[in-house]
């Protein structure tokens, strides 16, 4: 594991992932940086002050390796909005809006024509009832049904 921690601006890298203004305790006062490469490394101070040599990472490091798997952690998904589960319906529509026109599905004006309209229809209801009364929140949408076009 490579680890850079920079506590003047919360700044924690691990294998070359950075995360910014972290905050977590114990950092002792004067230390500009740590630096560790698999099983050691050294803490640099601010001034003239030379660099510790160290072999085993301190109580503040492991801190600081925690703010950033905090960071690092997958946040939730945000529940979408009303108005964008709306707009996200009214494009499921548009996509099926092909499936309404009647010649498409009238076998003596259309070779092939969709068999399954009725499929698509009920998909359209269960969808355009967010378009007309939209909610928040993450919706579990139908399925969109197969094509199924039959050559007379």
Known sequence: MKLSIIPADGTVCEDGVCYLHLSWEGTP???HALQ???V???I??????????IDVLPTWADNAMEAWATAAAPK???PNTAEE?????MSLLQETDWTQIPSVSDHSLSNPYLANKLAFDQYRDAVRQY?????EGNI????????NWVKV
């Open 44 to 53: 640099e101070y601010v001034g003239d002050v030379p660099n510790e040599p």
């Open 40 to 42: 050691s490394g050294w």
């Open 29 to 31: 006062v004067g230390v």
């Open 36 to 38: 560790w490469q698999d």
């Open 140 to 147: 579990d949408w139908p399925t969109i049904p197969a094509e």
């Open 85 to 89: 589960n709306k707009s996200l319906s």
């Open 131 to 135: 378009a007309v009364y939209p909610v």
């Open 76 to 78: 939730p998904p945000t």
